[in-house]
């Protein structure tokens, strides 16, 4: 269960567990952590807690509250953020479960009473500008409603799409570049180099020869897509299989001769 | 014209890297037009045991009554109102199995699988869905989610509680608000939707939209759409590259060409000669 650390200048005063739905703080006793400092308004926050996820939101207070700091209206709170409140400190805990049970963890469960409606109605309890009403679920709240609506035909837009250059290009030229790239040997390309950053990177020419160069924890692996002939890696031509490159491999597809190396 | 010439269909499932067995079952009927992806939950081996007969009952039941008799003389409209009571009625009636084995059984007590299963015929789908497999359709390219979940996420997330983003970190994942066989009835939500030559759908477990965001799935399905096999290959992979916390399943189907039923006087006079 999550838990909050609450500490002034580093000398911690207590832990408090969010057992409960609605965990309200302030500097008046009601409260279910009382903060006595002037700093701090009668009813400052409130900590909502829905089964394994908490979420802060500001009362409209005075002085504000913080996360990390940044002041906050409301917030998810995630494992290690830090509340700030005048001096006072809540750091927030929420364990991952450890690796062992995670597999039990995360086990799909049914719930059969929506708690969801419940604290979606307590945040609006907060003194004066009522902070942004929330939306009444429509009765038909479980209801599939995308923008694709059911049988209304979309106008079938023009398949206009340009003829796909015979090289993909990495997509963003401003991310940082990765640890591997493809120069291109032979052909009207020659000499060019792309950046694997993509997790997948199609080379070769639609409808002809086509491979792609996926990016995974491992390493990067080159596997046939499309074409009858398949491509050659150092001139022995690829299984069906997936075939993990190794730095200065030469790929051979549709006709041109390009090398992987990793970058130094 | 038959529905194996239409639909292409690739169907893998996988453990993923934690889990010890799979609970997923995939099953599908290409020559009527049916596919069916359940995920189900439960101890010791419930899970597969309800997601299995989910997913077997829903094809069986869907092919005794989803015949050709049954269609003979129905327009369009017609059958896919048929569609969407058959898609319900077998639900319910996979629903009620499921519950009654699991009260029948200790070991299965308390068993349930969610749902998604797709009914191809004249140009439309029919999908019904309980729980949070999901089913996509990727059309010119743009990945469209269909179906919602029925999940206290998406609940959160519909009454303004959390945003999208923030919701791929919450730790309340895992929680559906609806299963078959839980309880002695559900409802399956269920919609028809036009379908287009060139549409690739795509049926998943949970498994892999909560390891991988929907723009890799997007990206995937562009690169690779012209091997689908490889396609879905390629996603649970990712999915396992991610981490695999759960078990993965995957189903393509990619829509060839236009399935209209020939109807009137010369779908009569050929059917004659067949």
């Known amino acids: 269960m999550a838990k909050l650390i609450l ?38 926050a409130a900590i909502i807690t829905i089964l394994n996820d908490s979420f802060i939101e500001d009362l409209n207070s005075t002085n504000g509250t913080l996360v990390n700091g940044k002041p906050i209206k409301k917030h998810f709170l995630q494992n290690n953020d830090v509340i700030e409140i005048g001096k006072h ?104 180099t792309l950046d694997l950053t993509k997790n997948l990177t199609t080379i070769g020419k639609p409808g002809v020869q086509v491979a792609v160069i996926t990016r995974r924890p491992t390493g990067f692996f080159i ?8 491509p050659t890696i150092n001139g022995v031509a690829l299984s069906g299989q997936a075939k993990q490159l190794a730095d200065h491999d030469l790929i051979e597809i549709a006709g041109i001769k390009m090398e992987f190396f990793y970058k130094p | 014209m038959a529905l194996t010439d239409v639909l292409q269909i690739v169907s893998l499932t996988d453990p993923g890297k934690v889990r010890g067995h799979n609970e997923d079952c995939v099953e599908s009927r290409p020559e009527l037009g049916i596919v069916v992806l359940a995920d189900g939950m439960g101890g010791y081996n419930a899970g597969e045991v ?44 996979a629903n009620a199995a499921i519950y009654a084995a699991a009260q029948k059984d200790p070991h299965c007590a308390g068993m349930g699988t969610t749902l998604v299963a797709c009914l191809f015929y004249d140009n439309f789908l029919t999908v019904g869905h309980v729980g949070d497999s999901r089913l996509y359709r990727m059309r010119n390219d743009v990945l469209e989610q269909v179906t919602r979940d029925h999940s206290l996420l998406q609940e959160q997330i519909d009454s303004g509680l959390i945003s999208k983003e923030d919701a791929r970190s919450s730790h309340n994942k895992n929680l559906v608000t609806r299963a078959v066989g839980i309880d002695p009835e559900v409802e399956a939500e269920v919609h028809s939707y036009d379908v287009l030559a060139g549409d690739i759908f795509l049926l998943c477990s949970d498994g892999l939209n909560d390891m991988i965001e929907d723009e890799e799935i997007q990206m995937t399905l562009i690169a690779l759409q012209s091997n689908l096999e490889l396609s879905a290959q390629q996603l649970v992979q990712a999915a396992n590259d991610a981490g695999g916390r759960d078990n993965v399943s995957v189903m393509l189907v990619r829509v060839l060409k236009s399935f209209a039923v020939e109807r009137g006087f010369w779908a009569a006079v050929k059917s004659w000669f067949r």
Request: proline residues 11%; hydrophobic residues 40%; glycine residues 6%.
């Open chain 2, 50 to 93: 309800a997601s299995g007969m989910a997913t077997s009952a829903i094809s069986a039941g869907l092919a005794s009554s989803w015949t050709k008799d049954v269609l003979k003389g129905l327009d369009r409209d017609a059958a896919m109102a048929l569609s969407l009571k058959v898609v319900q009625e077998q639900t319910a009636k």
């Open chain 1, 89 to 192: 400190k809540l750091k927030y805990f929420n364990d991952a479960p450890v690796a062992s049970t995670a597999g039990d963890f995360e086990k799909t469960m049914i719930i059969r009473k929506p708690v969801a409606s419940a604290p979606a109605t307590t945040v609006a309890s907060a003194p004066q500008p009522a902070p942004a009403p929330v939306p009444a679920p429509a009765p038909s709240l479980s209801d599939t409603q995308t923008n694709m609506k059911p049988i209304t035909p979309p106008p079938a837009p023009a398949v206009a799409q340009s003829a796909p250059p015979a090289f993909a290009q990495p997509q963003d030229p401003n991310s940082p570049a990765r640890d591997s790239a493809i120069q291109v040997l032979s052909g009207a390309a020659a000499g060019r």
């Open chain 1, 7 to 44: 500490s002034v200048d580093g000398t911690v005063l207590k832990e408090i567990t969010l057992s409960k739905e609605r965990t309200t703080l302030g500097r008046k006793p009601h409260n279910d952590i009382p903060v006595d400092n002037l700093a701090v308004s009668g009813e400052h």
């Open chain 1, 223 to 230: 596997t046939h897509v499309e074409g009858a002939v398949f």
